[in-house]
């Protein structure tokens, strides 16, 4: 590694055992044995080949490529599926300018819900060949998944309130591990980049005794950094951070209320969560670089050529007999036969997401980076505060974004509320791009 070329990889998804802490192994899915599974890290430029062997016993799989620029057959769509105990290879050149903080998961049709919290997720980290950044910061992925363990230390199934709210868990895992420590210097700069890999569990976060300042998005580092005293990151959003201990003594990464709608019981603790904590030496640190003022130039994408709007719904008939949940793009549940717009690659296009529901929706377009022109609630329109590439947004209840995206190579795209559930009851649909 460290120099463009060909990055070659395996990667096998099979059952999977773990201790969580407790004496009791818990059946796991894990990609090469572990969950998360391996960090990637390629360069722009490298050509890709990974080969998926799908080893998980009776269910087909995919791997898809969060926020990739990959073609679209090689996306891991749920139209491709990989069968049970067969093998295919995954191959894509990462283009210039496309380093960012990707992730990889299952997509197969009605199944990924349950295989991404069985623990297949890991993340994929495209490095730039010439990166701003500071290397004296380091370069650390921290994925956050959301564990439920039953008394025999199993993972339940899904009830009806996860299928309604998504699955919550009862701990945020960082890196597989409920609050790990890291330790570093008095005044020490870390890059870390933030991954929300669960299900369905919002995570509005806060640094105690450290500084935040945001330096890149789902796609890549913005155009300059930003001071943050919080953030929100939805399920499937990322953030790069450059986090500055000054302070001996213990700095702490901890969850803040954030009500994204829950309904019937159970709804989960939200605020006061550990998930991380850093221990900061008295003995200080090697003087450490400046960040640079600016990271990279962000092109903003003019003006659209077709302009589409996409309704969100939730609906629940609840009778003894039956309980239904939909969960609606435009009125229409996910058809794999069906595509929902035909799109023009390289054109610009104005996407309205509406959320009619009472629940926030985080919103994801597979294959191609996106940028929020304008957020609006209760009649108040908000323009973003800084221009970024995003992969994925959170639509808040009864709030409407304004994105535009641009898809570059021909072939079916996902779009999809990213709270796995919700994707899975229907709340999908299909842009074919010719
Ligand atoms: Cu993170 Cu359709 O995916
Ligand atoms: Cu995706
Ligand atoms: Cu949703």
């Known amino acids: 590694a460290g120099r463009p070329g060909l990055f070659k990889a395996r990667l096998t998804a099979e059952p999977a055992t773990a201790r969580f802490g407790a004496d009791k192994d818990t ?20 050509r890709v080949e990974i080969t998926f062997a799908n080893r998980i016993e009776g269910e087909p799989s995919t791997i898809h490529w969060h926020g990739m620029p990959v073609p679209a057959d090689q996306d891991g769509n749920p139209m491709d599926p990989v069968a049970a105990g067969a093998d295919r290879v995954y191959a894509f050149d990462l ?45 650390t992925a921290l994925m956050f998944t959301d564990l439920r363990l039953a008394a025999d230390g199993s993972m339940p199934d899904n009830t009806m309130i996860d299928m309604m709210n998504g699955r919550v868990g009862d701990h945020v895992l960082v890196n597989g591990q409920k609050n790990p420590k890291l330790a ?11 991954y929300n890999a669960t299900n369905a569990r919002f995570l509005r976060l806060a640094f ?18 930003v001071a943050a005293d919080e953030l929100l990151l939805s399920p499937a959003e990322r953030v790069e951070l450059v986090v500055a201990f000054d302070r001996p003594g213990t700095a702490t990464l901890t969850t803040l209320r ?29 003087a450490m670089p400046p960040l640079p003022e600016r990271l990279r130039p962000i092109a903003p994408l003019g003006a659209p050529a077709v302009s589409r709007r996409l309704v969100l719904t939730e609906s629940m008939t609840m009778n003894a007999a039956s309980m239904g949940m939909d969960f609606l793009i435009n009125g229409k549940a996910f058809d794999m036969g069906r595509v929902d717009f035909v799109a023009r690659a390289g054109d610009i296009e104005l996407w309205e997401i509406v959320n009619q529901a009472d629940m926030d929706h985080p919103f994801h377009i597979h294959g191609t980076q996106f940028q929020v022109v304008e957020r609006e609630r209760d009649g108040n329109v908000a323009k973003p505060p800084y221009l970024a590439w995003k992969d994925t947004v959170n639509v808040a209840r ?18 999809h509320c990213h709270i796995l559930e919700h994707e899975q009851l229907g709340m999908m649909g299909i842009v074919d791009v010719r």
């Open 27 to 46: 059946p796991i899915l894990a990609y090469n044995g572990t969950s998360p599974g391996p960090l990637i890290e390629a360069y722009e430029g490298d």
């Open 398 to 415: 009864r709030e409407t974004v304004r994105l535009l995206t641009r898809q570059e190579r021909p072939g079916a795209r996902m779009y």
């Open 208 to 225: 105690a005794n450290a500084s935040m300042t945001v330096i890149g998005s789902d796609g890549g580092l913005l155009e300059a950094p």
């Open 184 to 194: 570093v210097a008095a005044g020490a700069k870390r890059r870390l980049r933030l």
């Open 258 to 286: 954030y009500d994204r709608g829950w309904m019937g019981p159970g709804r989960p603790t939200d605020a006061g969560l550990t998930l991380l904590t850093v221990g900061v030496s008295e003995t200080p640190a090697e």
């Open 95 to 139: 283009p210039e300018g496309s380093a960012g903080s990707y992730w990889y998961h299952p997509h197969p049709h009605g199944r990924t819900a349950e295989q991404v919290y069985r623990g297949l997720a890991g993340a994929f980290v495209v490095k730039a060949k010439a990166d701003p950044v500071p290397a004296a910061y380091g370069d």
